[in-house]
């Protein structure tokens, strides 16, 4: 595969709003690496750019790590971490349902961003923060 090439693999990125364009560019660069056919990729950066939303308008900002992985058919793929040091979720349930939003938006970034991913993680504890960790496969 070649990923050891000494070019950009991993990152883990304190975002502010100043520095989304910067992400997005190096997931879009990861997944470029892999080879991961443009719908997939498109539909990656959709759910980045919620997940992103997500954390700057409830979390207060948080880390963001990228990271090029592969499951057991080495099938490789990139896993996006979310986390966020902000008030939390108090029922995730309801948060991932299509409508629901806090925020007088749309209500459809979880679970679009859900639907979006190959593999989608979310856990939450109120008063401490959030992890939302998706993985896009390079097949889809
Ligand atoms: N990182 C987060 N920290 C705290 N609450 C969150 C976070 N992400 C989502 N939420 C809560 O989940 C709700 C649903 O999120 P989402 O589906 O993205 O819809 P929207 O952003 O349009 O409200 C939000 O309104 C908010 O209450
Ligand atoms: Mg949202």
């Not at 490789?76 to 806090?102: C, Q, S, W």
Request: glycine residues 12%; charged residues 20%; proline residues 2%.
């Amino acid at each position: 595969m070649g990923l050891n090439d000494g070019t950009f693999q991993r990152g883990s990125y304190n975002l502010k709003r100043s520095r989304c364009h910067f992400f997005k560019s190096r997931v879009k660069e990861l997944s470029t690496k892999i080879k991961m056919g443009l719908v997939p990729q498109t539909m990656l950066l959709t759910a980045a750019s919620e997940l992103v939303r997500n954390m700057l308008k409830y979390g207060n900002g948080g880390i963001v790590q990228l990271e090029i992985v592969s499951n057991n058919n080495s099938i490789t793929g990139v896993r996006l971490t979310f986390e966020d040091k902000g008030p939390g979720i108090v029922d995730i349930k309801l948060a991932m349902k299509d409508g629901y939003t806090t925020g007088k938006s749309l209500g459809m970034g979880l679970p679009g961003a859900k639907r979006l991913s190959s593999e989608f993680y979310i856990k939450s504890a109120v008063g401490k923060g959030t992890t939302v960790t998706i993985i896009k496969w390079k097949n889809g």
